[in-house]
């Protein structure tokens, strides 16, 4: 999830009194606003094609595919996922090679397989477990900015997990998908994601875990 969710969640309390609502619904309908301000690009654009091809490659070989849903887009983030099962992918995605494509949508199947959107929903409600009241929120903050940061930043390492295993699956190798990440450059860590060094340390483990796997199962 690349979106700040406490950003979003001060913009749907200013835009409009959240009196009688608890912190679900609050999170709730701020992604829907969010979503309807992101229109969706028809799928006869060839970037938007290739984007929905490599997705229908992925419904094979991830359950999270089938109560996933892909909206390409031509504002926005770059790759995010609402709700707990929109992927919004950006249409300029379209034009990589398909393997960063595949593993960019493999991690945010990641997310929703793994239901983020839950685990973000529960944090929220340990912070604010009843009505939503701003002076209250305003009170936590700084607590429950810390805690998502900590929360988002491994449901990233785990996305990246689903994404390497499910391109593992595929039969893309180690060297690809080590390849692939390079290509989609090196970034530093950030109040949401890892650094491109942390992720890559994980990529490497996990193909370390698959091979020991492999061998120790054999004759
Ligand atoms: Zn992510």
Known sequence: MKLNTLLWLGLAL???PA???????????SQ???????????????????????????QAFSAGAADAELRVVAVGAVAETAQGRV???????????????????????????NGHWSQ???????????EVVQAQTDAVAPQLGRAASMQS????????????RTLLDMGYSREDLLDMFFRL??????????????????LR???????????????
């Open 14 to 16: 200013g835009s409009s």
């Open 19 to 29: 009196w009688c609502e608890d912190i679900a619904q609050v999170l709730q309908r």
């Open 32 to 58: 829907q606003m969010r979503l309807e301000q992101l229109p969706e690009v028809p799928a006869t654009e060839a970037a938007a094609a290739a984007l929905h091809a490599s997705f229908q490659r992925l």
């Open 87 to 113: 992927i919004v992918m950006n249409v300029a995605l379209g034009a990589l090679p398909e393997i960063c494509r595949l593993f960019l949508i493999a991690h945010e199947l990641g997310h929703v397989t």
């Open 120 to 130: 973000r929903i529960a944090l929220y409600r340990q912070f604010i477990p009843g």
């Open 153 to 164: 930043q491994q449901q990233e390492l785990d996305a990246d997990a689903y994404a390497m």
């Open 185 to 202: 450059g090196n970034h530093g860590a950030t109040a949401t994601h890892p650094s491109t060094g942390k992720r890559l340390a994980q």
């Open 205 to 219: 483990a996990i193909d370390e875990e698959r091979r020991m796997a492999a061998t120790s199962g054999g004759p």
